[in-house]
DNA sequence: CAAATGTCTACCAATATGGTAGATTTAGTA
DNA sequence: TACTAAATCTACCATATTGGTAGACATTTG
């Protein structure tokens, strides 16, 4: 049942890019030392957000990358399916990786996995990245500072 | 946020177990082969929750294994913990396995996290493996069979 | 053209997963 | 007591996944 890295890092890009959402392009060094990723495991990583259309790229001097769309409209679902696959448990339960498991009527482990799916997923689903940017602007009032970096 | 084949091969094997209350020890042979489930894998799963409680055994001719406690007693989070360890996605929401993370009052993966972390156990810490027998022994009604193997 | 950037292909070490093999201990029974 | 069927223990092992790294290439800007 654990998150990878790979979807913990995409997240806190994810969360750094909806920060800076309106500024443009934003480059994969300043991503990588400000969030403390390795910077070439963090290229691939936006490489695959950016294949299946959750971020936009622009190559050459100046380039970098952004959201394709507003961060209200991106769950931490999209992301983390994108790089770990399935949130369900098990295949007989999954939408995106769904094979059917041999009594798929009467099995009881199954019923209990679409509820566990359907909890996981009314979460992650659910939550968007314009949420978790007021999240992180909250939690920061609330500790009395007035940093210039919040921790995701 | 895969369940492990050796989680799997375990609930169902402790449902076998579960339906055979009552009867005394039931050999790890006769197990595995109603399951479909590797002998020897079987054995070390069998093994390993004998070692946390959840299994008495007896070792010799007639011997074999039971639950140490009433079915209603013991819950699937209990055994799916006790072979793939914590079913928190990230170790700073875990129970079992907590380790702390660099800026935990103010990380907002973390406290989405948790909420995932909460909605999994809430399915899995209350459902029981009496009320796992009484879903197969219902949904065996429902299909109008009679048969003496219920899918697990 | 030079520099800075993303893209692509390939590789790699460490760990987890899903097992298997074989010797040993224990207990019931003839 | 000897035999046998069962669990137990120790030790492997092949394959896949995870978490990276290296380096060449393509593209854009100044």
Redo the contacts with the bound molecule.
């Keep these: 049942m ?1 998150l ?4 913990d ?1 995409a997240l806190r890009a994810m969360i750094y890019l909806s920060m800076n959402y309106q500024r443009g ?5 300043e991503i990588s030392t400000k969030e403390r990723i ?4 963090l ?2 990583i ?2 695959t957000l ?2 299946v259309g959750i971020l936009n ?9 952004e959201l394709a769309r507003s961060p209200d409209l991106i769950t931490l679902g999209q992301v983390i399916r994108a790089l ?1 696959g399935a949130l369900a448990p098990v295949d007989c339960v999954s939408q995106i990786s769904y094979k059917p498991c041999a009594e798929e009527v009467t099995c009881v482990i199954r019923s209990v996995m679409m509820d566990v799916r359907n909890a996981i997923t009314d979460v992650l689903d659910t939550m968007t990245f314009a949420d978790m940017c007021k999240r992180a602007k909250d939690s920061l009032e609330k500790k009395g500072t007035n940093a210039l970096t919040y921790s995701i």
């Design positions: 654990k990878s890295k790979k979807s890092y392009t934003v480059q994969i060094k390795p910077q070439k495991f290229e691939n936006l490489l950016r294949k790229s622009k190559m050459g001097l100046k380039g970098g990358y770990d």
